[in-house]
């Protein structure tokens, strides 16, 4: 066991404690003035300086150790508006609301990482640099400007000055104790949009004096499937789902509005592109059928792409302290993360880490939960990615 997952373990039931007061009170986008306030209470009292209200509920806290690079670690606090059904003694206190995708354990890891940090600089070996936190709302989310909390703490100047930037996932998919890292795009960028079809109310009976809203918004969701089938490279990535449909007020009438949701996911601009005119492509077909469409798009997050150097480092840097069998090769996945906005302010790495219980949970599931043995790995990886950057940038 390394120095640092030792250091970790000696306070592993403090954190496991945190992450279980954080699951009993989860707090919706940009809703998280509780957990921001245990966050940065935690660090202030382990010598961070700390700023709150960051990003509207976010927390930065910066420990200074002579001049040198500074290197940010980000935690994300929401959660989600799903009613948990595990029926464990840490279960969400608050109804309809629960941490369904493992960001009580990302706060956890990251107030792990700045103790062990922390303790390196009373130590005299945390490398010259300075060492900032990022404690961000609303990944899950945006606000009324489509903003999420990654974009806010940007424009309050969370990123400046930053020369490198680490972030993590838990994987309640992922098989405990591996920690899985790749250069390059490892999730997808997304962006999401409503389709609006008319048509003209009629009775049931009478379907010929009307245009069914309906059976237009089939004929568009069937056309949408081409989109991917049919216009995107068998050798790329691309995605098109439809999640929502609405329309209709009864039974016996042909209904004259459908709503439609959903979302379009890619890794390349080219095949972002494509999408978009063949999601408008495939609604126009109600127009040719008699009925009226329109589609609004909304830009999501773009791709998460680590930087090759980070990710090398990365790698490096967690074998180092969890052992060479820890490292695995990440497969992309198409779900997308706001961590990407930091990317694009300074290069880094959002890497893995399997956190799957003995019965693996799905993400955004009533019954996701993690293995909280995960929570000082978790720590002690990113302490160790940003001992390692302080120390190679800093060279």
């Not at 959660?79 to 629960?98: C, D, F, H, K, W």
């Not at 999601?279 to 909304?298: H, I, N, P």
């Not at 180092?320 to 990407?340: I, K, N, Q, R, Y």
């Not at 995960?374 to 190679?392: D, H, K, P, W, Y």
Request: aromatic share 4%; net charge negative.
């Amino acid at each position: 066991m390394s120095v640092l997952l030792q250091r970790a373990a000696s306070f592993e039931a403090e954190l496991v404690e945190l992450r279980r007061d954080l699951h009993r009170h989860p707090e919706l986008s940009f809703q998280e003035t509780r957990t921001a306030a245990l966050a940065a209470t935690r660090v202030e009292a382990l010598g961070f300086e700390v700023r709150r209200g960051v990003g509207k509920t976010g927390v930065l806290a910066e420990l200074r150790n002579g001049k040198g690079p500074v290197v940010a670690l980000r935690a994300d606090m929401d959660a989600l508006p799903i009613q948990e059904a595990n029926q464990v003694e840490y279960r969400s206190t608050v109804p309809g609301v629960m941490h369904a995708c493992g960001h009580d354990a990302h706060v956890s890891m990251l107030v792990g990482a700045a103790q062990l940090l922390a303790e390196a600089r009373r130590r005299d070996e945390l490398p010259h640099g300075a060492v900032r936190l990022l404690f961000q709302p609303s990944e899950e989310a945006a606000d009324g400007e489509n903003k999420s909390g990654a974009a806010r703490m940007i424009e309050d100047g969370a990123m400046s000055g930053v020369d490198a930037v680490f972030g993590l996932h838990i994987g309640g998919f992922l098989p405990a104790g591996k920690v899985y890292v790749s250069a390059g795009p490892i999730m997808a960028g997304a962006d999401s949009f409503t389709a609006t079809v008319r048509g003209v109310s009629a009775h049931a009976g009478r379907p010929h004096e009307g245009v069914d809203a309906l059976v237009l918004a089939a004929h568009a969701v069937v056309a949408c499937q081409s989109a991917v089938a049919r216009r995107i490279s068998p050798r790329a990535a691309g995605v098109l789902s439809i999640g929502t449909v609405h329309g209709g007020v009864a039974e016996n009438v042909v209904a004259e509005r459908v709503v439609l949701q959903g979302t379009l996911r890619y890794f390349d601009a080219a095949v972002r592109q494509t999408l978009q005119h063949e999601l408008r492509q495939a609604f126009s077909v109600v127009d040719a059928l008699g009925g009226r469409a329109q589609v609004e798009l909304r830009a999501g997050y773009p791709p998460v792409v680590n930087e090759p150097a980070m990710a090398a480092l990365v790698g490096r840097a967690v074998a180092g302290t969890l052992g060479e069998s820890s490292v695995a090769e990440f497969e992309p996945l198409m779900g997308a993360e706001d961590f990407a906005l930091l990317l694009e302010q300074a290069p880094g790495c959002f890497f893995w880490l399997g956190g799957a219980p003995e019965r693996p949970r799905r993400h955004h599931h009533p019954e996701f939960d993690v293995d909280e043995r995960a929570l000082i790995r978790g720590a002690s990886a990113l302490a160790a990615c940003v001992l390692a950057a302080l120390r190679e940038l800093g060279s």
